[in-house]
């Protein structure tokens, strides 16, 4: 368990993506190595796992093993002071799994609508990084359980004495900050200085994570470990 107000998730340096201090510090946040963390969880991977949206498609290229991908996008939205948060589906795997796969389970909202989507009763799920104190919703109880996930497993619990941990992945900071506006005002509410926080996102080269988002078949190609 690591304790701390805001994470990074960096699975930007191992693509060659700069994660700038300016970002680091804007944010006040503890900086999670993507990498290293999956190295530990590469074990407990079955070979009939689904590899859920851009986050799923991380783990699978730093284990360098996929079975099966099912792309996801969330969306965020506001209605009035209310931020709202959907989750919308690509296309099917031809073959279903036992097992999801996600780089950050918080909510736990992504993992739970990916079941439901693949019609999967009580299937297995895992993470690099878990909220270990977020609750009600999708999450049945502190610290582990999603609702409709028979059993979870993750690498590092991250938690908060005084609330809840924001937990982010160095692609939405560094990426999707630049293509989506809402995702945008969505972070900024953590962000100590809006301006310079702006300034340097847009100065990094993110041209991996586009591959990523545009042709993640060829991102995974091309990256892979192994």
Known sequence: MKLGKTFILDDATPFGIELPQEVISNLDA??????????????????????????????????GTISEYLDAQRVYQKDGNRQIITVKFGQRPEKNAACIIDDIIASGKTIYEAAKYLGLERPKAASLVLSGQLRGGCREKTGSTVKGIEGLVTVLPV???????????????LYKTKIDQSYMDYLSKYV?????????????????????????????EKYRRG
Do not use: C, H, W
Request: aromatic share 12%; charged share 30%.
């Open 30 to 63: 503890i900086v999670l190595d993507a990498e290293e963390l999956a190295k530990e969880i590469e074990d407990y991977i079955p070979e009939n796992a689904i590899y859920i949206g851009q986050g799923g498609l991380i783990v699978a290229t730093l284990v």
């Open 159 to 173: 938690d908060r004495r005084d609330g809840f941990p924001a937990i982010f992945s160095g692609r939405m900071v």
């Open 192 to 220: 100590k200085d809006r301006e310079k926080f702006a300034e340097a996102i847009f100065s990094v080269n993110t041209e991996p994570y586009e591959l990523l988002y545009k042709k993640p078949k060829e991102f995974f």
